[in-house]
């Protein structure tokens, strides 16, 4: 293979490099493709589908508990085997894995297991030795989560330890306020843990609506999951019932079993040769890319997460697939709009949002309206559960066009996407309102907001 030449080298087989050989490959470009790892990167392996796995057996359990009071025959403290669990989503991801072999192999890209590092702008050279001159090259390592600096951080574990796990630790400590420490805490909550949330700040999930995460936090703590905000924790030690926890601002010390960070990922970028073919940095690491993913070398374009922009895995592939529109598919002005992007947090219930935060509308336009819904699930009232839903929409202009629509409650994650589509078409709360509800729905209320 030595010297062998491609029209496109890809770094990298996770969401975004994969979606980038298939569609170069779609439009007729020879590729290789470098993953030493496994297929589908951090989103299939440790991200995405491995947590919505947990998520959705988290959920169960209160729907077993939902189906009891129904009157459905249920044992009373109904036994989950996490070995079966664990089987099944394992299954699931080794069906993921055989289909991209599948594909791989029917598009002819070509599948090297090893690291790659640059050698110049035009090629790449494998852990073995061999070169690859390629008429152009895509940067798409992807991130890796962070430890804090701080006395006893490696008696602490990461996202990737969380799904090592083989069973639901008794007391476990999560520390951070983003979205994975969230969705941890959830998960490990309903899966039997006693779970407590050391948050930084003064809120969860800065980047989304605070009336929001207000009531995020409400239904964490209505769960059982204690929350302590403005709370540092300063160091972490081995002790005889556990490992204890030396925390700053007010809460008290706490013994626990398991410890998880999630309090930040960083760009994959180190040992790429990215300095020898002069490839530019930001201050924390990532490539700087402009509007159309090139880097600050002709010929070298970055995508996903080693960009830090948006680091979601339908933003990889987008970002990835219109990277190839453009270069291999004749579509010169293909690129990825950043505005706009909806997502999900998946807690119980699940938090969608997409668009501006009132307080972002307030600090963009002169006149901004919201409209809200709070009620209770039909399956919740029904089954005598407490768990209730917000619904929240943002709009601005006298013609009240909608800029942001943010949802906490059963099935948002599900609802947000087709109103993700009205968003970014232009939609104004009247077109809104205009709209006949589907009845009886949680969906409706999204268009009954008063
Ligand atoms: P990755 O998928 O990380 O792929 C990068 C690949 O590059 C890896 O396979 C790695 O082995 C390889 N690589 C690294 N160095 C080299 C090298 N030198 N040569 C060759 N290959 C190399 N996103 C969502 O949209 N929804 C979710 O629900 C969601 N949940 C998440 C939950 C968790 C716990 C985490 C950690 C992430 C989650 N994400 C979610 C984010 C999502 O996983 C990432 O945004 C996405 O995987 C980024 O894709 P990528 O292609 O940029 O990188």
Not at 152 to 161: C, H, I, K, P, T
Not at 179 to 185: D, G, M, Q, R, S
Not at 209 to 223: G, I, S, V
Not at 225 to 239: D, H, K, M, N, S
Request: a neutral charge.
């Amino acid at each position: 293979m030595s010297g062998q030449s491609f029209d496109l080298v890809v770094l990298g087989g996770g969401s975004g490099g994969l979606a980038a050989c298939f569609r170069a490959a779609s439009h007729g470009a020879r590729v290789a493709m470098l993953e030493p790892a496994l297929l589908g990167g951090t989103c299939v392996n440790v991200g995405c589908v491995p947590k919505k796995a947990m998520w959705l057996a988290a959920d169960l359990v209160e729907r077993i508990a939902l189906a009891s009071a129904l009157g459905f025959d249920v044992p009373a403290a109904p036994r989950l085997s996490w070995p079966r669990l664990l089987q099944r989503r394992q299954q699931y991801i080794d069906g993921i894995h055989a289909s991209y072999r599948q594909r791989l192999q029917d598009s002819g890209v070509v599948h090297i297991a090893q690291r790659g590092r640059l050698r110049d702008a035009r090629t790449v050279e494998c852990e073995d030795g061999t070169r690859l001159h390629a008429g152009h090259i895509v940067i798409a390592t992807g991130s890796h989560a962070l430890k804090p600096d701080l006395p006893g951080a490696g008696l602490g574990g990461v996202s990737d330890d969380f799904f090592a796990l083989q069973a639901a630790p008794a007391r476990v400590a999560i520390v951070g306020g983003g979205y994975i420490a969230v969705e941890l805490a959830g998960v490990l909550h309903g899966l039997g843990s006693e779970v407590t949330l050391l948050v930084r700040g003064k809120e969860l999930l800065s980047q989304f609506d605070a009336e929001m995460t207000a009531q995020l936090a409400q239904n964490l703590r209505q769960q059982g999951i204690t929350v302590r905000f403005e709370c540092q924790l300063q160091a972490l030690e081995r002790r005889a019932g556990g490992i204890h926890a030396r925390l700053q601002g007010g809460a008290a010390d706490a013994l626990f079993d398991t410890v998880l960070f999630a309090t930040g990922r960083a760009p994959s970028t180190r040992g790429l040769g990215l300095e020898t073919a002069g490839v530019a940095l930001d201050d924390n690491g990532a490539i700087v890319v402009d509007a159309f993913q090139n880097t600050s070398v002709p010929g070298i374009s970055a995508i996903g997460d080693v960009t830090a922009q948006a680091m979601l895995t339908p933003v990889a592939v987008a970002a990835a697939r219109r990277l190839m529109d453009r270069l291999y598919g004749g579509q010169p002005e293909a690129r990825l709009d950043y505005d706009n992007i909806p997502s999900v947090v998946f807690s119980h219930p699940p938090l969608g949002s997409v668009g501006l935060s009132e307080a972002q509308a307030r600090g963009r336009f002169d006149t901004v309206t919201t409209y809200h819904s709070r009620f209770r699930p039909m399956l919740q009232a029904l089954g005598e559960g407490q768990t209730r839903s917000l619904f929240k929409m943002v709009c601005a202009g006298a013609d009240e066009k909608v800029v942001g629509i943010h949802l906490l409650g059963e099935g948002a994650d599900e609802i947000l996407q087709g109103f993700a589509v009205a968003l970014k078409a232009g939609v104004t709360r009247r077109q809104m309102a205009d709209t006949v509800a589907i009845h009886p729905t949680s969906a409706e209320e999204v268009v009954l907001m008063r």
